[in-house]
């Protein structure tokens, strides 16, 4: 039995090139009324508030998809609580499932948007206004 953490951790690169590619990978982002000012292309707006009520469908949505990133405006709290939340979830509904990767995007939305805030490839509904201090 493993005590580790049901999901892993990956920064930008590493799911750049499956972003807006739904059948490789989807993204959560569970930010809450900070959903404003942008996402990243295709994620899914899972807010953390409604998040225990909705997993369920979550897993049964992406049940085939090889990998589900979370993430909220810094994954601190909310993107991990929701990986571990949706990793249990999952064992429990589908514990014959095909194996996936469940991960955590270091940085959050926040780090995202920096790199990547004016690509349209990667980024929508981008309000750069919201993010310059």
Known sequence: ??????YKYVNDKEILNHIGKPAELTVVDVRDADFLGGNIK????VPSNDFLDSVHELVKQNE?????????ALSQARGPKAARIYAESRQELLPDAKEQEIMVLRGGFTQFQAKYGTDKDLVENYRKELWEC
């Open 64 to 72: 085939s998809v090889p990998r589900v990133v979370f993430h909220c």
């Open 1 to 6: 039995m493993s005590f580790g953490l049901p």
């Open 42 to 45: 295709g994620a899914k707006n």
